[in-house]
T-cell receptor
Framework: RKEVEQDPGPFNVPEGATVAFNCTYS??????FFWYRQDCRKEPKLLMS???SGNEDGRFTAQLNRASQYISLLIRDSKLSDSATYLC?????????????FGQGTILTVHP | DGGITQSPKYLFRKEGQNVTLSCEQN?????MYWYRQDPGQGLRLIYY???????QKGDIAEGYSVSREKKESFPLTVTSAQKNPTAFYLC????????????FGPGTRLLVL
């Protein structure tokens, strides 16, 4: 089983749609959780951190369920510019000093 | 501007050749990391360094070597022992706090001739 699993997609949605991505992780000792965005042939960039209480940043909402070891990202009112690969990222913390484990990414294409 | 730079953007390697990828940061970060990304896959950790003159193997260190002589610099050498080096190589850094995210350089794309 992969440490971090995501549905690779692709997700093809029209502008204005709401789309949700899910991610599961296997290490129950994981401490920090992130969503990164990666554009084609570019480096990943932090989209948002994910907190146990859930957090929102404009059209983006992230949720964490520690009991189920599950993370989600919701994008409302999709824009063409949201087209990218979304990476679910988990940090084990503790003795795994700063080590991040990446999911394979979920591809999103927003069309007119 | 603070950030991470990687060079070159594209690198071509001949059979049996060692090549070195550069990574420099001016963020005053203690920790630096090297990842490899293959098409359609997530990033895999090659090596990381928490402090100058110290580094640790990641998940796929075979065929690679690193050094950390200066805080700002963490070069990666892809040796001839790495039989499948074609990939996108990404360098990252952070303060070393395990709960903190990492910041990435623009990457180097390595191709084998």
């Amino acid at each position: 089983r992969k440490e971090v699993e995501q549905d690779p997609g692709p997700f093809n949605v029209p502008e204005g749609a709401t789309v949700a991505f899910n991610c599961t992780y296997s290490n129950s000792a994981s401490q920090s959780f992130f969503w990164y965005r990666q554009d084609c042939r570019k480096e990943p960039k932090l989209l948002m951190s994910v907190y146990s209480s859930g957090n929102e940043d404009g059209r983006f909402t992230a949720q964490l369920n520690r009991a189920s070891q599950y993370i989600s990202l919701l994008i409302r009112d999709s824009k063409l510019s949201d087209s990218a690969t979304y990476l679910c990222v988990v940090s084990a913390g503790g003795t795994s000093y700063g080590k991040l484990t990446f999911g394979q990414g979920t591809i999103l294409t927003v069309h007119p | 501007d603070g950030g991470i730079t990687q060079s070159p953007k594209y690198l071509f390697r001949k059979e049996g050749q060692n090549v070195t990828l550069s990574c420099e940061q001016n963020l005053n970060h203690d920790a630096m990391y090297w990842y490899r990304q293959d098409p359609g896959q997530g990033l895999r950790l090659i090596y990381y360094s928490q402090i100058v003159n110290d580094f640790q193997k990641g998940d796929i260190a075979e065929g690679y070597s690193v050094s950390r002589e200066k805080k700002e610099s963490f070069p990666l050498t892809v040796t001839s022992a790495q039989k499948n080096p074609t990939a996108f190589y990404l360098c990252a850094s952070n303060t070393g706090d395990p709960v903190e995210t990492q910041y990435f350089g623009p990457g180097t794309r390595l191709l084998v001739l």
